[in-house]
């Protein structure tokens, strides 16, 4: 599975992104998604999962949590990251990553996901 993540850039706080995720994998209904960020200097820490072949079922970061919103479209093997209300903390890359194996409990842990997208750069300005 390969994936492909876009839509980062600058934005000033208060602005709203949409990233993007595509991935290779025609089946992607059947993998937990989810996305990851990582600032500089600091260590990489989940912002939203969405369960596999459920697109109402997901999971958000507190820190994010009102802000941002997750969703999926199998049919274009693509999950979105809709970010509003964007503060300056919010800036990092931002990893899409895929498990084909994964349960639910463990959609915040990095060690859960087999697959990795190479990360979209989102820079918030104050």
């Known amino acids: 599975v390969q994936l492909q993540a876009s839509g980062g850039g600058l934005v000033q706080t208060g602005g709203s992104l949409r990233l993007s995720c595509i991935s290779s994998e025609r089946a992607l209904g059947r993998h937990l998604m989810a996305w990851f960020r990582q600032a500089p200097g600091k260590e990489r820490e989940f912002v939203a999962g969405?369960?596999?072949?459920?697109?109402?079922?997901?999971t958000y970061s507190d820190s994010v949590k009102g802000r941002f919103t997750i969703s999926r479209d199998n049919a274009k093997n693509t999950v979105f990251l809709q970010m509003n209300s964007l503060k300056p903390e919010d800036t990092a890359v931002y990893y899409c990553?895929?498990?084909?194996?994964?349960?639910?409990?463990?959609?915040?842990?990095?060690?859960?996901?087999?697959?990795w997208g190479q990360g979209t750069l989102v820079t918030v300005s104050s």
């Open positions: 990553a895929a498990s084909s194996s994964g349960i639910r409990s463990s959609v915040g842990f990095p060690d859960t996901y087999n697959y």
């Open positions: 969405i369960h596999r072949n459920s697109g109402s079922s997901v």
